[in-house]
Nanobody, 115 residues
């Protein structure tokens, strides 16, 4: 059973930056796709960014040009670099990994953008 552990969340002012990390308990290239989702209070969970094992990336329109997903194969970690943060980016951010018919979630990390 794979485990995903997120870290890097916190409180940041509007316009600031944060980098989230998702450490996997096994080789991240064994997953077809890994991604980041977020869920704000009272809203549905939404996809933010994803990267396939082939390196193809995809972003939600709301974060294009501000967020970047990347990976470190040596540390089995996927990152989400978040720049120019806005109050509407406030949410719990979750890491997800998919392989075959299995989808695994991390426990989430809180990101709060506020002055």
């Amino acid at each position: 059973q794979v485990q995903l552990v997120e870290s890097g969340g916190g409180l940041v002012q509007p316009g600031g930056s944060l980098r989230l990390s998702c450490a996997a308990s096994r080789n991240i290239f064994s997953f077809y796709v890994m991604g980041w989702y977020r869920q704000a209070p009272g809203k549905q969970r939404e996809a933010v960014a994803a990267i396939t094992n082939g390196g193809r990336t995809n972003y939600a329109d709301s974060v294009k040009g501000r967020f970047t997903i990347s990976r470190d194969k040596d540390n089995n970690t996927v990152y989400l670099q978040m720049n120019s943060l806005k109050p509407e980016d406030t949410a719990v951010y979750y890491c997800n990994a998919k392989v075959g018919g299995t989808s695994t979630w991390g426990q989430g990390t809180q990101v709060t953008v506020s002055s």
